[in-house]
């Protein structure tokens, strides 16, 4: 479980004023965009590339849809020019019609009040609040507030909490509550007031850290400090549920209130608790740049080891290419697929925590422009949300609205493509949606993450938890130490078995090809999954950052998916889109009893789940980004159908079904009973339980065709080849060694071919993969350990 050293790294980080991704909103100009290097993920391809800014930069959630550059009229005021403003301006607007600060100028607010954008940060001011501008940074050009001085402190304003204004939504959050936010009554008592310190500045909301050794004494003892200091009703503690401590305060109180509290006993540090811009995603998107048709040939490389198909494979039928594309196995074709397989534990018992903008739960999955017409009519039937199998639920960081609801459809379409029926690669996960707020602030979303760590440690899921983060931010050099601590806490989260997984971002399309954000950044030094995205053949997606060891690995970044906003799916593109599908499969893996030595060991699950994705994950073209591939190869496999009943169809159509063997042979079994198992009483069938002998081995030459046979072997495979071929993907059934000697031409100088035996349903189905080597034959390409396998030789 995490310590109480995490949650010092945490109030560390957020001391550093580390900026968090956020979502976008209707209404900011464009000119926002230029000011504070918001990720522009929306914008079209023509767009100009963004200045740079050593300030914190808030960056949206990874998200791209981006589909039309229209912007409401501007909502900014900017007040002359750095060249001819005046010396004092008087200015008025709330804080969503912010007036731009001037290097320079000294404001102040009307009668009204007013909203001063200081750098990327907008300051809500009381009427006759004076504040000055001056220039900091490297060169002079980054905006900061010299002083602050108020007239009126009475008319002080404070903090809203959107939280407050709404009721939880019918289900209620699957979630501890002592982590939340609350309003603390303690009586003032203390001695230490730091009241005098600025009696005229402008009080705004502060995040008070408690120190890693700070007594109960001494917690107390700052708590009334901030009940006498802080602006009334707005002081709130947030407390741990591990070690029952209050992590961290948050107060409205001056500047000079907090350095004075930053020097008593018990205090980690103080910063700003500063809000954080949105910006809305347009509506509709682009065609991709490049074809999103599957490769008509197999691919040129293969991963670094393989596992056996598990022995019940889930196959949906109905599967969008972006979905087979995952589990494309060496050597095929998204043709060659029957659909999407996967191991039917499907991620049951494990639980996919999405930090994201909350969900569509009443949404009814529609036709999409890829389905085909009778898979239409199954997902007609689906509920993304309310259809997947596993327990759900929301959990609300503090001022969120509880209300179960998507407000920028972004998080919709993430939860879908983890653990969704129709477009989910873990389609039994449980799933928890941590709702970030509207009005997002740096202390919103480490909340959220103590409420995470919390809900896994109450419900003893270590090594079966799962965090999304489809988010990023840019954090300069000057605050690196928000990013030591950054990096900490999230080492810290997966020492306790917690995997996370974040998308590198989407900047690629505006030239900038490396990993720019954080926690992408991590990646290469810790045990964080980076996902970049992919076109469904494999190639980078022009929108995709990440090169070299900055990525983990890709997944297709073109998706359809559930809509936050209506009934129907959407078409979005976005790193987004492709973390939470690697995500689902590794909730996948996690389920399975068949991978658990090699995962699941203690203190170390996040490095082996990182270890399994970059050893299955293969380049589908040579040169671009390896791809995940879950492990599955459903060749030869399908799901009921010519001695089924339409019902029957449709019902394994909507959720997945047990694959059954292509062969013709089994095409007349009924399909698995979904019903209540038999009485106990109830003698079980003799064929029903028996394992089937195995087939004969075949019999391979010793010169056959000019080659010598120099290996031979049961229980193993081989990787590192250059090409792979599978005989149910090419209808043969027979002459097997000749068909695979004949495809040994050009540089080919060996071949390792062996049987896969695929037990389904008490039978077997058998076919052959025919892998092919420029090199001559060695045994470091054996890949150990491969039950389902048998017969294999190797030829050169």
């Not at 689906?382 to 960081?397: D, I, R, S, V």
């Not at 493509?417 to 941590?434: E, F, Q, R, V």
Request: proline share 8%.
């Amino acid at each position: 479980m995490l310590c109480g050293g995490l949650l010092w790294w945490l109030a560390v980080l957020l001391l550093s004023n580390g900026a968090v991704s956020l979502p976008h909103q209707d209404g900011w100009h464009d000119s926002m965009h230029g000011r504070h290097r918001l990720l522009a993920r929306q914008q079209p391809l023509s767009n100009t590339t963004r200045p740079a800014s050593t300030a914190v930069s808030t960056q949206p959630p990874i998200t791209p849809d981006p589909r039309s550059s229209t912007r409401i009229s501007s909502a900014l005021t900017t007040i002359g020019t750095s060249s001819s403003a005046p010396a004092t301006s008087t200015i008025s607007g709330d804080k969503d019609t912010p007036v731009v600060a001037i290097i320079g100028v000294v404001y102040v607010a009307g009668a009204g009040g007013a909203s001063l954008l200081v750098g990327s940060t907008v300051h809500t001011l009381a009427p006759g609040a004076v504040v000055s501008i001056i220039g900091t940074g490297p060169n002079g050009d980054t905006p900061e507030i010299e002083n602050a001085s108020n007239p009126a402190p009475s008319q002080n304003p404070r903090t809203t909490d959107p939280a407050s204004d709404s009721l939880p939504a019918t289900s209620a959050p699957s979630a501890p509550s002592s982590t939340s936010a609350s309003p603390t009554s303690s009586s003032p008592t203390s001695s230490s007031s730091t009241s005098s310190a600025s009696s005229t500045a402008v009080p705004t909301p502060y995040i008070i850290l408690t120190s890693q050794n700070a007594t109960q004494e001494q917690i107390q003892d700052l708590n009334s400090t901030l009940a006498k200091d802080a602006t009334p009703n707005s002081l709130e503690q947030v407390t741990s549920d591990r070690t029952g401590q209050v992590v961290f305060f948050k107060a409205n109180i001056t500047s000079g209130q907090a350095d004075a509290i930053t020097q008593l006993s018990g205090v980690g540090g103080v910063t700003p608790d500063e809000k954080l811009e949105e910006e809305q995603p347009p509506s509709s998107a682009p065609p991709s740049s490049t074809s999103q048709q599957a490769s008509a040939t197999g691919p040129p490389g293969s991963p670094k080891t393989t596992v056996p198909n598990p022995a019940d494979i889930g196959l949906q039928s109905d599967a969008v290419d972006e979905l087979k594309a995952i589990s494309q196995p060496p050597g095929s074709s998204l043709a060659d697929l029957p659909g999407f397989g996967y191991a039917s534990e499907a991620g049951k018992g494990v639980t996919i925590y999405v930090i994201d903008t909350g969900a569509n739960a009443q949404n009814t999955v529609g036709p999409s422009r890829h389905e085909k017409p009778q898979a239409t009519v199954a997902n007609r039937r689906n509920q993304e949300w309310t259809g997947m199998p596993g327990t759900k639920g929301f959990l609300y960081g503090p001022g969120a609205t509880k209300e179960e609801s998507d407000f920028l459809n972004h998080g919709s379409c993430v939860a879908s493509k983890s653990t969704g029926p129709a477009y989910g690669t873990a389609k039994d996960a449980n799933m928890i949606m941590a709702k970030l707020p509207r009005d997002l602030s740096i202390s919103a979303i480490f909340t959220l993450l103590v409420e995470i760590s919390n809900d896994v440690f109450q419900k003893g899921i270590e090594g079966k938890a799962v965090i999304n983060m489809s988010l990023g931010s840019r954090i300069p050099e000057k605050l690196s130490s928000t990013t030591t601590a950054y990096k900490l806490l999230l080492v810290a989260l997966m020492a306790e078995d917690i995997v996370i997984v974040t998308a590198s971002g989407n900047d690629a399309q505006y030239g900038i090809d490396d990993v720019t954000e954080y926690p992408a950044l991590f990646g290469p030094t810790t045990d964080i999954i980076v996902v970049g995205a992919v076109e469904n053949d494999g190639s980078r997606a022009f929108f995709s950052q990440g090169t070299g060891d900055q990525l983990t690995v890709s997944a297709p970044g073109f998706v359809d998916c559930a809509s936050g906003r209506s009934s129907g799916s959407q078409e979005l593109y976005g790193t987004s889109f492709a973390a939470p599908a690697v995500a689902g499969v590794i909730a996948v893996w996690l389920s399975q009893d068949e991978h658990k030595d090699r995962l699941q060991v203690a203190g170390k699950v996040a490095a082996n789940v990182k270890a399994m994705v970059q050893s299955l994950a293969y380049s589908r073209i040579e040169g671009e980004p390896a791809m995940i591939w879950n492990g599955i190869d459903p060749r030869g496999l399908a799901c009921p159908a010519s001695g089924s009943s339409a019902n029957q169809r449709r019902q394994a159509a909507a959720s997945g079904c047990r694959a059954t063997s292509a062969a013709p042979s089994s095409t007349s079994a009924p399909p698995a009973s979904t019903s209540a198992p038999a009485p106990t009483s109830a003698a079980p069938s003799a064929t029903a339980s028996a394992q089937p002998s195995t087939p004969p081995k075949p019999q391979w030459s010793e010169n056959p065709q000019g080659f010598q046979k120099v290996f031979e072997e049961d229980g193993v495979a081989s990787f590192d080849y250059v090409a792979t071929s599978d005989s149910a993907s090419e209808g043969v059934t027979d002459n097997i060694e000749q068909w695979c000697l004949a495809k040994c031409t050009d540089q080919c100088a060996s071949v390792f071919l062996y049987r896969q035996l695929q037990l389904i349903r008490g039978s077997y189905n058998i076919y052959y993969i025919c892998n092919r080597y420029n090199s001559a034959w060695s045994t470091a390409f054996v890949q150990n350990g491969i039950s389902s396998s048998d017969s294999g030789v190797a030829f050169k």
